[in-house]
């Protein structure tokens, strides 16, 4: 009797999560060019001005990058909690909680340097984001309540809370009944780099940086990829896991409320339910497709900001913004199955066991 | 003459290389008591899989009331009345006992439940209601709604593997009224698996005995055999290749002073006044079927298990208070029984796996190089043989043997002050198990004290200085080697102390 058994590979390919992320690019690519011909339109004339429009000049590059700014920061997060085996599906809330936090940083108090100003008002996006994260943080190491449900839940109660704060408290009566926070003064604007780049880019590289120390340099990611591995060789190394596990999911939920005090100063400006264009999920994605490696969220959120300003700007041809959407998720799909293949390989054996 | 319910013959079986049962022959009398006794590994779980139709043999055939059966699966050894206990209960836990007993539909007491309920629970001496859900009992009353759902299911040969390993000796006793009532009054034939002498002695009727894979002993009458005939069929004939113990022993480097500790996931208390001393060079064995409390005084030494009541002092110093890091900085290294999940954690590298021992001192940081840790590993590899094709993988990826010496390797090449090595060997093939040895002696020649668990003789004899038997939780007997015999040894370790 023939069976088949899957086995991890005793040889793993570094370059394997890249190899991935091109297959499963080139699967997204596909997909969408066969969306596009059923719809009558041709492929490549769409893809090419998507390109032309997304990084054909500073201009658009620098918007590129701007989209990919909240993608990146967030997906860095989800990364840090996703080395002791974590998954933050609340990045979404997170970003809201961000710029809500720096938004009441802004309104009570008062400070006239702007420079100290902002990093003051970025600091506090931080701990926004970290104190949305911190319920179920506590609740999945006291109790071990599963952290994927709790902090998906907490994206629609802070989603709920944004509603109420733009459309009550917060509501700028000039906004002529739109639901919206009033803007923030243009003094705590980020400033740009050149064309529309903003600041906020210049934040995403250090913190790119930042986290590839954490998790590959330091004690501490050492400490979270043992806790991640087993909790019963934690304790036999003795390191507190449960403890380590917190303060991954602080920095992390952190981050991505970091996303939202960045968006918010550099893009929108205004607490408003349009704050996150679905920022913190589609992170998520980031975060999947480059196996949580920081330089691969940062390469790989690049061009996703990319795809989405091209997604955008086609819509002036007749042709669903959703292309976009469409092209991210079939390229995780891919990326995902040919991982698969790379860390597995399927073994025919003769007799059973 | 007795009525033989169940018959197999010539039964084989391997698992990859190895083979776990070889031309077995087994045969149960009909409403009789059967022991089924042997060291781990023996293959007696084998053996009752078989019979429950979940293995399928490779030779031999199964024979129920005289008639062949050609292939036995779960399914048609339920319709023949066989059922098993496993040793992990296999309980629903948030039905109630008459959920849980009434599950199969091959369940015989649909309509008339509460009265048939009721006269078991009283041979039983179970007091909950049938309405209670599983997770409210306790672990004894959970094997008895095991035991109780084979009678419910209509199963007349009950294979028990290994009942009393959870129970204390109160409910063991009241285990073998019940069983002995079943056998008698509802003609059930009953196999116990164990390997505590007392039991096997008390409980049967009949012993099999099976020793590495072979049936040396079939059907003896429980009253003519005597414990050490037992024990000599069981352990076998040890030939013990001793390795040479006149090094210079020093002072106490390991003293263990009056430890109890109790066990909150069983209502067993799991140590009762500990005290040993370890000496430089010296090899201290504990011997020990594995469950009686072996793992916990491992823990209790290394710092891992803080809630105990007691002193641990290494070098003269009390360290009871302090943790694994503070241990470890006293150069106490301790390799635990459970390699991958433990020792080494699974899906994370090799090369993170080498760095657990110590990825805190300044010799890798203040920031993890990670060519200082490929050196170190590379170290390890090149020192202890290791073969390791690719640091960046899984440790998982290693064959056991290597698994062992990585994680050997980085507990002892700092030339440990204390060992305390748990079942270093077992599972490897010969070679790997000569390699592991030399490496512990190496270390006792350079002054460390170890303190080797194990339930494998033959390595404990070969290697230790004194042998303390632990029981129950209890120091049982402490022999110096040179007046250690196996039988002694053996029958401590069941139980049977003269």
């Known amino acids: 009797m023939n069976k088949y058994l899957?086995?991890?590979?005793?040889?793993?390919?570094?370059?394997?999560?890249?190899?991935?992320?091109?297959?499963?690019l080139s699967v997204g690519i596909t997909i969408g060019s066969i969306i596009l011909l059923v719809q009558g339109q041709n492929p490549i004339e769409v893809f090419s001005l998507m390109l032309r429009l997304s990084v054909g000049s500073i201009k658009s590059i620098s918007s590129s990058l701007n989209k990919a700014t909240p993608l990146i920061l967030a997906g860095l997060g989800i990364s840090i909690i996703n080395s002791v085996k974590l998954w933050n599906i609340g990045a979404e809330g997170q970003i809201f909680m961000g710029g809500i936090a720096l938004n009441f940083m802004y309104i009570s108090y008062e400070i006239s340097n702007s420079k100290l100003s902002i990093i003051l008002l970025l600091l506090s996006a931080f701990i926004g984001g970290s104190i949305c994260i911190l319920l179920p943080a506590a609740a999945k190491v006291l109790f071990g309540v599963n952290e994927i449900i709790t902090t998906l839940l907490f994206n629609y109660i802070i989603i709920g809370f944004t509603v109420y704060l733009v459309n009550g408290p917060w509501k700028d009566p000039n906004s002529l009944n739109f639901p919206a926070a009033t803007y923030v003064g243009k003094e705590v604007y980020l400033p740009t780099i050149f064309g529309r780049l903003s600041y906020g880019f210049i934040i995403c590289i250090l913190c790119t940086a930042g986290v590839y120390y954490l998790k590959e340099k330091s004690v501490f990611g050492y400490e979270l990829r043992i806790s991640g591995g087993s909790a019963l060789t934690a304790i036999y190394a003795g390191i507190n896991a449960k403890q380590k596990a917190f303060i991954a999911m602080l920095i992390g939920g952190g981050l991505a409320g970091l996303a939202g005090g960045v968006e918010l100063l550099s893009q929108t400006h205004r607490v408003s339910t349009g704050l996150s264009q679905g920022f913190g999920y589609t992170a998520i994605i980031v975060a999947a497709i480059t196996g949580m490696r920081p330089l691969g969220i940062f390469l790989v959120g690049s061009l996703f900001g990319a795809l989405t300003i091209g997604g955008t700007v086609i819509q002036t041809m007749g042709v669903s913004s959703y292309i976009a959407d469409v092209i991210q998720a079939t390229t995780l799909f891919g990326a995902l199955i040919s991982q698969f293949f790379f860390t597995y390989k399927i073994m025919k054996v003769s007799e059973d066991v | 003459m007795n009525q033989i319910i169940l018959e197999a013959k010539n039964i084989s079986k391997s698992f990859g290389?190895?083979?776990?049962?070889?031309?077995?022959?087994?045969?149960?009398?009909?409403?009789?008591?059967?022991?089924?006794?042997?060291?781990?590994?023996?293959?007696?779980?084998?053996l009752m899989n078989i019979l429950s139709g979940i293995y399928q043999p490779e030779t031999g055939s199964i024979y129920i009331e005289g008639k062949k059966i050609k292939k036995l699966n779960p399914d048609l050894a339920a319709r023949f009345g066989i059922g098993m206990v496993h040793q992990e209960f296999r309980l629903i836990n948030n039905f109630s006992i008459k959920d849980n007993l009434t599950l199969s539909r091959s369940n015989i007491y649909r309509d008339n439940f509460e009265e048939a309920f009721e006269k078991y629970s009283d041979i039983f001496s179970l007091s909950a209601e049938s309405k209670t859900l599983i997770n409210e009992l306790s672990v004894g009353e959970k094997q008895k709604i095991e035991i109780m759902k084979l009678i419910f299911n209509n199963n007349n040969i009950m294979l028990l593997d290994e009942p009393t390993a959870v129970l204390t000796p109160q409910e063991t006793n009241q285990l073998k009224i019940s069983l002995k009532k079943l056998s008698s009054e509802d003609n059930k034939t009953i196999v116990l698996i164990t390997h505590k002498l007392k039991e096997i002695q008390e409980f049967t009727e009949s012993i099999f005995v099976l020793k590495d894979g072979v049936m040396v002993a079939k059907d003896l009458k429980t009253q003519n055999v005597t414990k050490n005939d037992l024990v000599t069929l069981m352990m076998g004939e040890i030939k013990i290749s001793k390795v040479r113990k006149d090094n210079v022993k020093g002072n106490n480097k390991l003293e263990v002073k009056n430890i109890f500790f109790e066990n909150n996931h069983s209502n067993v208390p799991t140590l009762e006044n500990i005290s040993l001393t370890v000496q430089s060079g010296e090899v201290l064995g504990i011997?020990?079927?594995?469950?009686?409390?072996?793992?916990?005084?491992?823990?209790?030494?290394?710092?891992?298990?803080?809630e105990y009541k007691g002193k641990v002092i290494v070098n003269g110093k009390n360290i009871s208070n302090q943790g694994v890091r503070a241990r470890k900085n006293l150069n106490l290294s301790y390799i635990p029984e459970n390699r991958l999940g433990v020792g080494l954690a699974p899906g994370v590298s090799i090369i993170d796996n080498s760095a657990v021992k110590d990825y805190f001192k300044s010799r890798l940081g203040p920031h993890l190089s990670s060519n200082k840790m490929l050196d170190y590993l590379n170290l390890l590899i090149k020192q202890f043989s290791i073969k390791a094709p690719d640091p960046k993988a899984e440790v998982s990826t290693l064959s056991g043997g290597n698994m062992q010496k990585l994680l050997m390797g980085r507990e002892l090449i700092s030339n440990p002050e204390v060992i305390i090595a748990a079942q270093p060997t077992r599972g490897l093939d010969v070679s790997a198990v000569e390699a592991l040895h030399e490496l512990i002696i190496k270390q006792r020649d350079k002054g460390a004290a170890v303190m080797l668990v194990s339930e494998d003789l033959d390595e404990l004899f070969k290697l230790s200085d004194r042998i303390i038997v632990l029981y129950e939780g209890q120091i049982v007997r402490e022999f110096k080697i040179d007046e250690a015999d196996i039988e002694s040894v053996g029958l401590a370790m069941a139980g049977s102390i003269e």
Do not use: C, M, P, W
């Open chain 1, 6 to 24: 899957i086995s991890k590979k005793i040889v793993t390919n570094d370059l394997s999560t890249f190899y991935s992320f091109l297959i499963g």
């Open chain 2, 17 to 46: 290389k190895t083979q776990a049962l070889k031309n077995v022959d087994f045969y149960l009398n009909k409403a009789q008591i059967h022991g089924l006794l042997g060291e781990n590994g023996a293959g007696k779980s084998s």
């Open chain 2, 287 to 306: 011997a020990g079927v594995s469950g009686n409390g072996q793992v916990e005084l491992a823990n209790i030494i290394s710092g891992i298990e803080r």
